[in-house]
């Protein structure tokens, strides 16, 4: 990894893992980009420039000799801006005091930074070296600093742009995104992942074209409808093939990516902070940080790319204290008893799985306020112990947990509340609404103004109180609702547009105070399933409730989807009842705990019902997941075999970064007739190793598996899987 300025040629070179970005300053005094991709020699690049233009372009400087072969459309300046003649999409736009809305932003100097500042208030990848680049308009005093961060154990870019007003007079940001990157041609695919509640993350397809292609949310959440990811592949990219620059936003709230084909040749690819309803004014002297992007870009197709960003966000974003390290193996009561339970029967689920190998107990919604007996009453009463279903508190069965050698866990849904319950009798002014209009209610709730510092105030101290006082090991944080009204009574009504940024710097504030401030307590993140499944959501929560569709059939799909940028350690996967909680559909404990072991798995269901032989296979899928998934679900490679989305099966090979173990999960949707004898060839394994395959009694070299592979026979019904353990031997 190295940051290299060439004064002479005045390029630089940013030298990740396996990859180089270059950029020049040209002899206009624009930041020109030059190359990113496969790691190349530092050589000249000046012949890839393009000209163009000679006749609607506009020119830089005429000034200097030879400018009217060059226009800014064919320039692909570092950071696309607005008004001089780049009519390509902007990556900023600045209103300035005079009332233009010009930024022509020139190279004034640079810092090679040996240690990656963080951004104040949002969550970022550490380490790394970093140039800062800085930009300023040619005639006002707007800047723009450009961060580039590159790292030697990961391929990935992490970009982010502050922008300084330093004017007297103010300057109002009407879009400011994070980074704008050209690519070479416009034959490119773009894959994103769509989704809604129970069906997150759904691959999706399109082309780059002359125009836009875009993807946003205008939630105040980063959503389950578009993830804020997009790769930009090749044309014909596959696991295996082909070069892919994936772009994926530390962000929680309203967000947009775009890729555009331009008339000159290039693809745009930018994004950031959603312009749609967005302005924030810079007083003279400020400042305004965006979000961080990170960008992995692989040689190798999507399976490259996927494991660039797990090994990023393994490396250098999510927590630390956790991410390598075994969470919890727990049982959670949501899907075995909804609201329905009392002391006795949370105890007699406790005592079910007792020896089974599950360490904690995760006691879901329905436990706090005075009626909370389904979800139209108490949210937000976290001061409130439910004395009917718990008397005496939460104590009794916090005592029982832990005498029992487990942990416990509570849920908490801290940024919404109930129009019946205290805290909105008490602080009716605490919601996000707009004065005079009709609130908007999702899954019967409002939602505290996390804008407000007085609001974080109640929540945090609230929380806190009931963390510490019952000695809490394990918080789940939910959030089942969407923005709506987005205005804040805490605001002057001029300065509303600034609301979804503030809300997601509250909600960071919150988890700071909430997730920093306990250590000790491992907390789990869930949005009505994984409807904010987002990198700055896993800086504070290590894992997160992949989907509240628990089937397996579904979950191959969503696992599949999620896995293109998130760590399989980063998904909740729980095993759960059959027919199915929310598909009602049947399958096997096998096939269930199989597709659960590839993620940070877990129970979720009445272990009430368990059978002695239920309890032993349990017991025995606890071991199977110890000894032979843990480590490889924390810290080895995936390589994603069969795609869902486009067959009959799901595979996903598991393999260890020294590549001397590794696991096959294989699952055949439905029973074809004749149609058992599927050939699979193993990736990632070391060729010159030998390997023992106990189900299939073979022993043979990684190179044999890897060309040749194996043949997978799933007999039997529909919706059943066949796990392979594949171990280097020495012979
Ligand atoms: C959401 C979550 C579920 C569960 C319920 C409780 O739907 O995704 O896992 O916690 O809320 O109300």
């Known amino acids: 990894m190295s940051i290299v300025f060439e004064q002479e040629t005045k390029t630089f070179w940013l030298d990740g893992k396996g990859m180089t970005y270059t950029f020049f300053i040209n002899p206009f005094g624009y ?105 300023k308009d040619s005639h006002t005093d707007f800047g723009a600093d450009l961060y580039y961060t590159v790292y030697d154990d990961c391929d990935v870019i992490a970009r982010r742009v502050v922008y300084h007003n330093g004017a007297k007079t103010p300057a109002t940001l009407r879009r400011a995104y994070s980074f704008s990157l050209s690519l070479p041609g416009n034959d490119y695919e773009v894959t994103s992942l769509w989704g809604s509640w129970a069906h997150e993350r759904f691959m999706q397809k399109t082309h780059v074209h002359h125009g836009v292609v875009s ?172 004395e009917r279903k718990l008397p005496g508190g939460l104590k009794p069965l916090v005592d029982y947990v832990h005498s029992k050698g487990m942990k416990m866990g509570l849920w908490f849904e801290p940024e919404c509340l109930n129009e019946d319950s205290e805290v909105f009798r008490a602080h ?40 510490r006082d019952n000695k809490l090991d394990y918080v789940k944080w939910d959030f089942n609702r969407n923005v709506t009204e987005s205005f804040s009574l805490g605001r002057d009504p001029k300065d509303q547009s600034r609301f979804a940024h503030l809300y997601a710097l509250g909600l960071y504030d919150l988890c700071e105070r909430i997730i920093e401030a306990n250590p000790q307590v491992f907390f789990e993140g869930c949005s009505a399933g994984g409807g904010r499944f987002d990198p700055a959501m896993l800086h504070y929560f290590s894992q997160i409730w992949t989907s509240d569709n628990s089937d397996a059939e579904a979950r191959t799909m969503i696992q599949y989807g999620t896995s293109m940028c998130y760590p399989l350690s980063s998904m909740s996967c729980h095993v759960s009842a059959s027919p199915n909680h929310q598909t009602y559909r049947v399958s096997t404990m096998k096939t269930r705990a199989d597709i659960a072991h590839l993620g940070a798995t877990g129970y979720e269901l009445d272990s009430t019902v368990f059978t002695d032989e239920d309890r032993e296979e349990v017991r025995a899928q606890i071991i199977e997941y110890k000894e032979c998934d843990e480590s490889l679900v924390l810290e080895g490679d995936l390589y994603r075999i069969e795609n869902p989305f486009e067959g009959n099966f799901f595979g996903f090979e598991l393999v260890a970064k020294d590549k001397k173990k590794a696991t096959l999960t294989m699952y055949r949707r439905i029973n074809i007739c004749n149609d058992y004898a599927k050939r699979i060839r193993l990736q990632g394994l070391d060729p010159d190793l030998r390997y023992y395959i106990p189900e299939l009694d073979l022993t043979c070299s990684g190179a044999l598996l890897m060309t040749v592979g194996i043949v997978v026979k799933i007999r039997g019904a529909d919706f059943l899987t066949l796990k392979y353990h594949i171990d280097a031997i020495e012979e």
Do not use: C
């Not at 420039?49 to 692909?76: C, D, F, T, V």
């Not at 693809?267 to 400020?286: A, K, P, R």
């Not at 009709?438 to 899954?443: E, K, N, V």
């Open 31 to 135: 930041a020109e980009h030059l190359y990113f991709g496969k790691t190349i020699p530092h050589e000249s690049l000046m012949h890839t420039r393009a000209y163009g233009g000679l006749s609607k372009g506009i020119h830089p400087n005429p000034a200097i000799e030879g400018q009217r072969i060059w226009s800014y459309n064919y320039m692909k300046s570092e950071l696309s801006f607005y008004g001089t003649g780049d009519y390509r999409e902007p990556a900023v736009l600045v209103e300035n005091a005079a009332g233009d809305r010009l930024s022509d932003l020139l190279y004034v100097g640079h810092e090679i930074l040996s240690a990656k500042p963080s951004i104040s208030g949002m969550p970022s990848m550490d380490g790394g070296e970093t140039l800062v680049l800085h930009l």
């Open 428 to 467: 009716p002014d605490y919601i996000i609404g707009v004065p005079g209009r009709i609130h908007g209610i999702g899954r019967d709730s409002f939602m505290m103004d996390l804008t407000r510092k007085e609001v974080r105030d109640y929540i945090v101290d609230t929380v806190n109180k009931v963390i």
């Open 215 to 386: 993807i946003d949310s205008k939630n105040t959440s980063s959503s389950a409808t578009l993830n804020p990811f997009i790769a930009v592949s090749d044309m014909g990219t596959t696991e295996t093939n082909g070069q892919v620059w994936g772009v994926n936003l530390v962000y929680s709230s309203s967000y947009v990516l775009k890729a555009q084909g331009d008339s000159g040749g290039h693809t745009l690819l930018m994004g950031g902070i959603n312009d749609f309803d967005f302005y924030w004014t810079l007083d003279g002297g400020e400042s305004f940080e965006t979000p961080e992007v990170v960008i992995a870009y692989s040689a190798e197709g999507f399976g490259g790319m996927s494991r660039a960003f797990h090994d990023a966000y393994r490396n250098h974003l999510i927590n630390p204290r956790y991410v390598k390290s075994p969470r919890p193996l727990l049982l959670n009561n949501w899907e075995g008893t909804s609201f329905n339970f009392d002391l006795e029967k949370l105890k007699a689920i406790v005592d079910a799985v007792e020896g089974t190998g599950i360490d904690t107990f995760v006691l879901d919604d329905g436990w706090f306020g005075t009626s909370r007996d389904d979800s139209h009453a108490s949210l937000g009463d976290w001061h409130i112990v439910n």
